[in-house]
């Protein structure tokens, strides 16, 4: 099948209203096999403005407004252009707004403009959901970074979206609270970026994913008004539109303020290192712990390569002789935690464990979590690019599918390194890749999709964590059908019928065949 | 198999059921009859479809019809050790306690139960399937159309098939009562399952393994009970969790959940404000997915 790369593709306006109707037959479910022989979802065509949309009055609206915090020199808009995945987009307008009420009048100018805006906190996003397109102006909430109130009564915490994940963690750690979302980005991913892609990290298997941990969002909505999603009592009235905003991936509006709730910080926690000989019963270790009830608050594994990779870069101490290793952590009380830990060593037992290690202070389970985390960035020993994917299947097709990865990347010629949350069979798996090296995106991309059905195929379903975006939104309908999308974006439809707010992410645009939306984008943007 | 081969037959015995045209109401147990008012006597009332359709152990994943009661979802997850904390009498149906989206006493440990539910598959306005969310432990999907069902009383889908997360039942549950101030209580134990407080009395459980159960109970001057105290079931209110500290024992019978901000008292209570911003978003969704208002007449979810 013909590949897309991910480079300038021409699009002309009509063409993407045009698509919009037949892409509801592209996304039938008969996957073409492609010359690797894998079944492949349709190809993934990526849209870049390659001419932006004049932009002088408004930008000299915004400036009185904002004065020099809206922008559109080149520093800007190079570093706006793109977020953590590998698509490419175009920023013309930067806005970093320091408050609601300036988020507010930013998006009434962007409506009296008749323009798009895209709200993004730190971009650490791997699904391109922050990624430009359709020139929106872009408001960047990294001026927004207060933690406005800790109110332990209520065990809530009221934040601005800029707040670095981390940063509030360290906040809270002295008043005995954390929050418990952790992407691996946590250092430098925001609030705002966690509520806007209902993020997860290793010790959502125990404590739930960012959903879980929100009682209220502060939001401009598309038209401009201010409003309050949920609240911070037990049963906040009407239909649940804070579970709704969060994970919608900035199409409904902005956060602009948020009360996260606080999990108190455990009484006791061990930290366990297991390894095996063979990645097969590394996974069948981590779906006996589930079976045998015990869901542990981290159940991570890697894989002999990022073992090796991660060894020679942070030096825990991991043994680059085995095929697969375990990163367990139990925590809670004393005795729930020594049970479990004898689970896990009886369970590993039986399923041909060579050692297990348990962190014997704090500064140990450190190291080994350090080498978990920085995994991604130890990547760069191999290649210096990566593609990291983020799907889920079920805990028992594990092997499986790892099996099918090693295939895929082995038949595209590419070096697959997994990584990943095997507590709840989301798989992260690693494309390295130089990207110097020609026509190798094409072979990324084909070898991504061909990872993302063989996880469908098998049950599984599109993301565990990082979101649709723009990355997968045209893989939507590998497991929706067009009705469901439809309904899906009805809904989308009651926050902001004209489509202003971070415009063609999330859905295909099939799904928006019958609204206006292209009549907002301004001429010119589609070239 | 991906979420559109599974659709079970059962589902579209349904949605022929619920059709096309005229005004319906879905029954469940009829143990939350009332909350939102009555559907209006023209509805035609169908029935969500009954049944466990895979339960996975090791997955700790169960799928289900709407219909299903909570007593044969229980009696099926505790053959294998797990459970799903509705804490709803045994003749509700799954669907009806989502409908309803009142989460159980024991919520300040297990969190909402609209956290519990993977993905939903509803019959629309138009007869048709919808599925939203996904069937693995943990699922970006699109919108979260799940949490939005999870509460609307039916007025935005009749709820057909629910998929959910299990969780392993405790090795121990201790229920403890006596006379103390609930606040302190729930700073020093850590993620106790709940606390109940009458303004004079509380009623504390604790679960886990024996030894953390046993050491948590020893920090408290309490006496084992058998269980919970009877929950009124007139009047439910919803506050911030501070705000029960301005509670007062007076006459009124009520129990409060501390740390969760639910007051069940005798007396009905009045509906919290929605915002004019809220309540336009809310009639939007409203007549975006149900147009001619035919999905259970009568009921409010948004309150006038």
């Known amino acids: 099948m013909q590949v897309q790369a991910l480079a300038k593709k021409v699009m002309s306006k009509s063409q993407v209203r045009c698509s919009l109707g037949s892409s509801k037959d592209n996304h039938s479910r008969s996957g073409l ?114 933690i406005i109130e800790v109110d332990l009564d209520n065990r809530i915490a009221w934040v601005e979206p800029g707040v670095l994940n981390l940063d509030l963690t360290k906040e809270l750690t002295p008043r005995g609270f954390h929050f418990a979302p952790d992407p691996s980005s946590q250092q430098v991913c925001s609030i705002g970026g966690n509520v806007a892609n209902n993020s997860g990290g290793p010790h959502c298997l125990a404590y739930g994913v960012t959903s879980a941990h929100v009682a209220a969002i502060e939001v401009v909505l598309p038209d401009g008004s ?36 606080l999990t108190p910080n455990p009484p006791a926690v061990r930290t366990l290192l297991l390894d095996f000989p063979d990645v097969r019963d590394g996974a069948a270790t981590v779906s006996a712990i589930i079976a045998a009830g015990l869901i542990p608050a981290a159940l991570e594994m890697m894989d002999k390569r990022a073992i090796e990779i991660v060894e020679a870069f942070v030096n825990a101490g991991y043994p680059t002789e085995a095929d697969a290793v375990l990163l367990v952590e139990l925590d809670g009380l004393p005795g729930g935690v020594e049970h479990g830990v004898e689970v896990v060593r009886s369970v590993a037992e039986r399923h041909q464990v060579g ?54 990347a082995d038949a595209y010629d590419l ?47 599109l993301s565990g964590e990082h979101g649709i975006g723009l990355e997968k939104r045209d893989y939507m309908g590998m497991l929706f059908s067009a009705h469901d999308m439809a309904t899906q974006d009805m809904v989308r439809e009651a926050f902001d019928p004209q489509g202003f707010a971070n415009p063609l992410k999330v859905l295909p645009s099939g799904s928006r065949c019958s609204d206006s939306f292209g009549q907002h984008v301004p001429d010119g943007a589609w070239v | 198999m991906s979420s559109l081969d599974a659709v079970p037959e059962e589902v579209h015995k349904f949605s022929a059921e619920v059709g096309t045209s005229d005004p319906v109401t879905v029954v469940g147990g009829r143990t939350q009859w009332n909350v939102g008012g009555a559907p209006d006597g023209s509805a035609r009332e169908v029935v969500a479809p009954s049944g466990i359709w895979s339960h996975e152990p090791e997955e700790m994943t169960v799928r289900c019809g709407a219909g299903t009661p909570l007593g044969e979802l229980s009696e099926q997850l505790a053959q294998h050790g797990q459970m799903v904390p509705f804490d709803m009498p045994s003749n509700a149906t799954v669907g009806g306690v989502l409908s309803v989206g009142r989460s159980g006493i024991r919520r300040l440990r297990y969190g909402h139960i609209r956290d519990l539910v993977l993905q939903i598959r509803h019959i629309d306005c138009n007869g048709e399937i919808v ?166 007449p009568g009921r409010q979810v948004v309150s006038l």
């Open chain 1, 226 to 261: 201010v409003t309050v999603l949920g609240d911070l009592s037990a049963e906040p009235p009407g239909y649940d539109l804070r579970g709704l905003f969060v994970g919608s991936e900035g199409t409904m509006g902005v956060a602009t303020k948020v009360a996260v709730r």
């Open chain 2, 131 to 296: 599925t939203s969310g996904g069937p693995t432990v943990k699922n970006v999907s699109g919108y979260d159309l799940c949490r939005l069902m999870v509460g609307s009383l039916g007025k935005l889908g009749c709820l057909a098939e629910i998929t959910l997360r299990c969780l392993p039942m405790p090795e121990t549950t201790r229920w403890l009562t006596g006379v103390t101030d609930p606040f302190e209580v729930y700073a020093r134990l850590y993620r106790p399952s709940s606390i109940l407080w009458n303004g004079k009395q509380v009623w504390v459980c604790l679960e886990g393994v024996s030894s953390d159960v046993e050491a948590e109970a020893a920090l408290l001057d309490l006496t084992e009970v058998e269980g919970p105290p009877p929950i009124p079931s007139d009047g439910r209110s919803s506050v911030e969790p501070k705000a029960l500290k301005n509670l007062s024992a007076d006459d009124a019978n009520w129990i409060a959940e501390i740390g969760v901000g639910i007051i069940h008292s005798d007396k009905p209570s009045g509906a919290q404000q929605i915002s004019k911003t809220n309540e336009s978003l809310m009639r939007e969704i409203e007549r975006r997915l149900d147009p001619r208002g035919r999905l259970n």
């Open chain 1, 33 to 146: 096999d492609d010359a690797k022989g894998f079944a492949t979802p349709p190809s993934y065509d990526t849209f870049v403005i390659v001419q932006i949309s004049p932009h002088v009055n408004l930008l000299d609206d915004l400036r009185s407004v904002l004065g020099d915090r809206a922008r559109d020199g080149d520093f800007e808009l190079g570093l706006y252009g793109k977020d953590g995945s590998v698509l490419q987009g175009q920023a013309s307008i930067v806005c970093l707004p320091v408050d609601t009420e300036e988020v507010r009048q930013i998006v009434e100018i962007c409506r009296h403009h008749d323009r798009p805006f895209l709200a993004r906190g730190s971009g650490t996003g791997l699904a391109g959901g922050a990624v430009p397109v359709g020139d929106p102006v872009i408001i960047a909430t990294a001026k927004m970074n207060q």
């Open chain 1, 355 to 408: 050692n297990i290690r348990v962190a014997a202070d704090n500064e140990e389970r450190e190291l080994l979590w350090k080498g978990r985390k920085n995994a991604f960035g130890a990547v760069a020993r191999i290649k210096p690019d990566y593609y990291l994917h983020d799907t889920v299947v079920p805990r028992g097709k594990l092997v499986e599918v790892l099996d099918k990865v090693y295939k895929i």
């Open chain 1, 415 to 461: 070096i697959a390194v997994n990584v990943f949350h095997a507590g709840d069979g989301n798989l992260h798996p690693i494309l390295a890749y130089d990207s110097d090296e020609k026509g190798v995106l094409e072979r990324v991309h084909a070898a991504g999709r061909a990872i993302i059905t063989a996880s469908i195929e098998a049950g599984g379903v």
